[in-house]
């Protein structure tokens, strides 16, 4: 999925959902997979510590210990969902909803959605093509250039490049 994609299946999740009871925290969870590129059990590790609204980043530990900006539009919902945590909560999304429901419950108002891998892969690939590999490897978590380097295969438009480059 494009970017444009990603935001079109975020966009429409929210306006779907808004106003269930876990609507905002579904919609931060999907907003996490999405700019982030983070797996649902990573966002389940997030401390209220982890979060700096200020300074708009989050701290991520599960994989690898990353720091990653968060994008405008999930600042705003931050400061609104975490207003309804307990202080003594630790871990911002204590419960998380299973992703198999979460799927279903996505792909009711985008179809092309598949599963959480396809966003991460989309997000990975979007990195490369705008940050370069080496930013792309930190934001995703990979230890190794080669893991980041296996999602080369998903940026067609360079592969489309080359062909035309390189093909009489």
Known sequence: LSIVELEELLDGFYHSYKNEKDGIKNYLLL???IYQGLYLPECKAIKLEDIDLRKSIIKTHKTAERIIPL???QIGLFYEYLRTIKEEDIY???SIPRAIKL????QKIYPKFIDFKQIRASIITYWI????LRKAQYY???RYI???EKYLANDLESLKEDIGKYHP
């Open 140 to 142: 995703a978590g990979h």
């Open 129 to 132: 093509q705008n940050l370069g």
């Open 92 to 94: 911002i999304f204590k």
């Open 31 to 33: 907003s996490l997979c």
């Open 146 to 148: 080669s893991s980041t």
């Open 71 to 73: 994008n405008a539009s």
């Open 103 to 106: 799927i279903k419950s996505i």
